[in-house]
Nanobody
């Protein structure tokens, strides 16, 4: 069974940085693209950044462009979300979702119930 685990959340001050990790393990785990999503209390889940299976295609929400960077370590089958210049409005629970993709397909950055989701990691940014 595929397993998706996030780590790296925590607290930071406004303007600070955090790096989240998402590790996928299990059958055919290398066939999956990864998306990062977040949900703040009382708000809908929103897409943050997504990366294709081979790491060659990425996209970002407008709210994080220029501040967040998504990357993939293929050897470790781990995707990172480097978050810089954090703002209080970045505070949320961050979730990682894995989607089985063909090698050349982008990860369409929208939440799907068919994706395999992690348990989430909390990010809190203080002003």
């Amino acid at each position: 069974q595929l397993k998706v685990v996030e780590s790296g959340g925590g607290s930071a001050e406004s303007g600070g940085s955090l790096r989240l990790s998402c590790t996928v393990s299990g059958p055919q785990s290398t066939r999956y693209g990864i998306g990062w999503f977040r949900q703040a209390p009382g708000k809908e889940r929103e897409a943050v950044s997504c990366i294709s299976r081979n790491g060659g295609m990425t996209n970002y929400a407008d709210s994080v462009k220029g501040r967040f960077t998504i990357s993939k370590d293929t050897a470790k089958n781990t995707v990172y979300l480097q978050m810089n210049s954090l703002k209080p409005e970045d505070s949320a629970t961050y979730y990682c979702a894995a989607r089985n993709l063909i090698l050349t397909a982008p990860f369409i950055c929208e939440a799907r119930t068919s994706d395999v989701w992690g348990q989430g990691t909390q990010v809190t940014v203080s002003s």
